[in-house]
């Protein structure tokens, strides 16, 4: 378990491997944070002492979350990105990859932009927009931290995802449990991963195969009597 900011850091260079360049664009990511922190809510300010544990780290760990050399290629898309974690922080770390921040809150998706401009961050694109609205298309990934419950995040998003299609969700203590009581409708390959910087939290990770039409429509009609 990550417990300071240094072994955050340490674990950044050593395990994940980023390099001087990488280490600086986290660097500068925390900066802007913690100044944009006064004038906005991003994050609760007991957590910026530990900005880099909390939040940098904890996005960082997704990309540890499937073995090496395993994680698909492409489009990576973040909902509900909020104030960039885990979707900033992974544009900052993978530069070369597109990644898309979506959130439906105009003073966060200012943000975002903004500092995906100040981090020289070409692969970012900032979307304002509630889920529902987004333009269907399929991405690689698909990561939220904290945004919904994950029965209700497949019924938002699951028209974004193809079978190929790695899902990193990081929850709190509850992981197990939203997998476990996922309706058997959603045909799925999902397992928890422990996280790495809060012993009660965990990684839901895995690939969705699709829902049975069938059950999900007496599901729905079960739902509406």
Not at 22 to 43: C, H, K
Not at 55 to 65: E, G, K, T, V, Y
Request: proline fraction near 6%.
């Amino acid at each position: 378990m990550i417990e300071t900011e240094d072994q955050a850091q340490d674990w950044l260079r050593d395990v994940l491997g980023v390099d001087a360049a990488g280490m600086a664009r986290l660097a500068r990511l925390a900066e802007l944070l913690i100044d944009e922190n006064t004038r906005q809510n991003l994050v609760a300010r007991g957590t910026l002492p530990h900005v880099w544990q909390r939040h940098i780290l904890d996005s960082a760990q997704l990309l540890a979350c499937v073995p090496r050399g395993t994680m698909p290629e492409g489009p990576w898309l973040d909902l509900g990105t909020g104030a960039g974690f885990p979707g900033l922080a992974i544009a900052a770390l993978e530069p070369d990859r597109p990644v898309t921040l979506v959130d439906s809150r105009r003073l966060r998706t200012d943000w975002l932009a903004r500092s995906a401009a100040d981090l020289g961050l070409a692969n970012v694109d900032v979307v304002l927009s509630r889920v529902e609205d987004l333009p269907g298309r399929h991405y690689a990934v698909i990561s939220a931290r904290a945004f919904a419950p994950l029965d209700k995040l497949l019924h938002l998003s699951a028209r974004f995802s193809t079978p190929e299609t790695l899902w990193l969700l990081p929850k709190g203590a509850k992981a197990a449990h939203e997998v476990q009581e996922l309706p058997a409708s959603w045909n799925h390959l999902f397992h928890v991963e422990q996280s790495l910087t809060d012993p009660q939290a965990g990684v839901i990770v895995g690939r969705l195969a699709g829902q049975d039409g069938a059950r999900s429509s007496k599901r729905h009609s079960r739902d509406l009597g």
